[in-house]
């Protein structure tokens, strides 16, 4: 059990239920405003079948209606360890087990049809038949170098990785031809603003359906590339329109600052004025046609005033003549007043925390009940919060996966 998680977990259930004191402009400017959920669609939730473990210690995959769910291993693994895949459907729960066919770590996995790839440290690891109850380790690929993402698409295994403390340092990917066994490696230009990714992690490189997204951090520009690594497309805000010319100082600084040394050497500046400036934090193919941008910054920009750092979103689409548009920006993310009756559009929060995979935006979420059992009706936010904290001071952590799917409006 991890009690200071509980207890976090029950003070801000507290806080939310606390936290009533609206004006009557913020509440006018909630009912105007559409915020990102309005674009979303709840799709389903699924709930992981063992309590104690937080929503973010799994590593997880979407495929054909199921979610898969593996635990983070928190130490490299040995030859012959027995992992346990979890299976979440409408159907119910499935555990499937494999042997790990070597002393590696285990960093990440993806599945198509009845295959899994799990990627790791030094291999690429292939296995057949994973649903027949006989998994069968297929073979594993060599790596030269650590990546953090895997893909399959068109008979090709991509891997992908964003690291500025690596020491293969930089902006990568790495395509594997399973038809003609060749691999094609690339390293990208790296994006300005990359030594904020020493700090907190961003999901500024991406691969859908044969399409590299790559995002610069401090400027407001994402290049999308093909297999072949030839960029096909920018997507663009100016400077006047994002941040009003405020990062270019910051982006100054931050252009001599290029190894772990030159970071650390600039720690105390970079993190005393990080959050003044306009960041992008993850760029995602929602669908074929449609971008979602997260970006962050402590102005809050919708009445100019300062204070905590707030999460805007972006979305643009492929327009008739497969150009990219700008069609929505500076979207909010959810907010609810604790007296107001329970509505799923202000029930999440995005907060720069959830994954994208196949064509689903995926939340997880300490939330412990299954919200199609509930008697919603009537419900406010400030009871709903309640029944949480009540749950937790009692019960194990649960983890809920929310999934929705993009609107096209």
């Given at each position: 059990?991890k009690i200071i998680?509980?207890?976090?977990?029950?003070?801000?259930?507290?806080?939310?239920?606390?936290?009533?004191?609206?004006?009557?402009?913020?509440?006018?400017?909630?009912?105007?405003?559409?915020?990102?959920?309005?674009?979303?669609k709840?799709?389903?939730?699924?709930?992981?079948?063992?309590?104690?473990?937080?929503p973010?210690?799994?590593?997880?995959?979407?495929?054909?209606?199921?979610?898969?769910?593996?635990?983070?291993?928190?130490?490299s693994l040995?030859?012959g360890?027995?992992?346990?895949?979890?299976?979440?459907?409408?159907?119910?729960?499935?555990?499937?087990?494999?042997?790990?066919?070597?002393?590696?770590?285990?960093?990440?996995?993806?599945?198509?049809?009845?295959?899994?790839?799990?990627?790791?440290?030094?291999?690429?690891?292939?296995?057949?038949d994973i649903?027949?109850g006989?998994?069968?380790?297929?073979?594993?690929?060599?790596?030269?170098?650590?990546?953090?993402?895997?893909?399959?698409?068109?008979?090709?295994?991509?891997?992908?990785k964003?690291?500025?403390?690596?020491?293969?340092?930089?902006?990568?990917?790495?395509?594997?031809?399973?038809?003609?066994?060749?691999?094609?490696?690339?390293?990208?230009?790296?994006?300005?603003?990359?030594p904020?990714?020493?700090?907190?992690?961003?999901?500024?490189?991406?691969?859908?359906?044969g399409?590299?997204?790559?995002?610069?951090?401090?400027?407001?520009?994402?290049?999308?590339?093909?297999?072949?690594?030839?960029?096909?497309?920018?997507?663009?805000?100016?400077?006047?329109?994002w941040?009003k010319?405020?990062?270019?100082?910051?982006?100054?600084?931050?252009?001599?600052?290029?190894?772990?040394?030159?970071?650390?050497?600039?720690?105390?500046?970079?993190r005393?004025i990080?959050?003044?400036?306009y960041?992008?934090?993850?760029?995602?193919?929602l669908?074929?046609n449609?971008?979602?941008?997260?970006?962050?910054?402590?102005?809050n920009?919708?009445?100019?005033?300062?204070?905590?750092?707030?999460?805007?979103?972006?979305?643009?689409?492929?327009?008739?003549?497969?150009?990219?548009?700008?069609?929505e920006?500076?979207?909010e993310?959810?907010?609810?007043?604790?007296?107001?009756?329970?509505?799923?559009?202000?029930?999440?929060?995005?907060?720069?925390?959830?994954?994208?995979?196949?064509?689903k935006?995926?939340?997880?979420n300490?939330?412990?009940?299954?919200?199609?059992?509930?008697?919603?009706?009537?419900?406010?936010?400030?009871?709903?919060?309640?029944?949480?904290?009540d749950?937790?001071?009692?019960?194990?952590?649960?983890s809920?996966?929310?999934?929705?799917?993009?609107?096209?409006?």
């Amino acid at each position: 059990m991890k009690i200071i998680t509980k207890i976090l977990l029950i003070v801000l259930m507290l806080f939310f239920n606390s936290n009533n004191v609206f004006t009557k402009q913020e509440k006018n400017k909630k009912q105007k405003t559409e915020n990102i959920f309005s674009f979303l669609k709840l799709e389903n939730q699924y709930i992981a079948e063992k309590d104690g473990i937080e929503p973010f210690d799994y590593i997880i995959n979407f495929n054909e209606k199921s979610l898969y769910l593996i635990r983070k291993p928190t130490t490299s693994l040995h030859k012959g360890d027995k992992i346990v895949l979890y299976q979440i459907s409408e159907k119910g729960h499935k555990k499937i087990y494999f042997i790990f066919p070597e002393d590696d770590w285990l960093v990440n996995f993806t599945i198509y049809k009845d295959k899994l790839f799990i990627l790791g440290q030094y291999y690429i690891y292939l296995y057949n038949d994973i649903f027949g109850g006989n998994q069968i380790f297929n073979r594993k690929l060599k790596l030269s170098e650590m990546y953090s993402d895997i893909y399959f698409y068109n008979d090709k295994i991509i891997t992908t990785k964003s690291c500025l403390s690596c020491e293969d340092a930089g902006v990568k990917a790495l395509v594997y031809d399973l038809k003609t066994s060749t691999t094609k490696e690339h390293s990208f230009e790296k994006p300005i603003g990359f030594p904020l990714t020493y700090f907190q992690p961003k999901r500024n490189i991406n691969f859908y359906k044969g399409y590299f997204l790559i995002s610069d951090i401090t400027k407001y520009r994402i290049r999308v590339y093909d297999l072949s690594f030839n960029q096909v497309s920018e997507l663009s805000r100016s400077s006047i329109d994002w941040d009003k010319d405020s990062n270019q100082i910051f982006n100054k600084a931050l252009e001599n600052i290029k190894t772990i040394k030159d970071v650390r050497a600039k720690n105390d500046y970079i993190r005393t004025i990080n959050d003044r400036y306009y960041v992008i934090n993850l760029v995602d193919f929602l669908n074929e046609n449609t971008i979602m941008v997260c970006w962050s910054t402590s102005l809050n920009i919708m009445n100019n005033g300062n204070g905590d750092k707030f999460d805007y979103y972006d979305i643009w689409q492929l327009n008739s003549q497969k150009k990219w548009e700008l069609k929505e920006k500076n979207i909010e993310d959810s907010k609810n007043n604790p007296n107001d009756k329970f509505n799923f559009n202000n029930f999440n929060y995005l907060f720069s925390q959830y994954y994208v995979k196949e064509d689903k935006i995926i939340i997880p979420n300490f939330f412990p009940f299954d919200l199609r059992t509930l008697d919603l009706k009537n419900l406010t936010y400030k009871e709903l919060y309640q029944k949480q904290s009540d749950y937790y001071k009692t019960n194990e952590i649960k983890s809920s996966f929310f999934i929705y799917k993009f609107i096209d409006k």
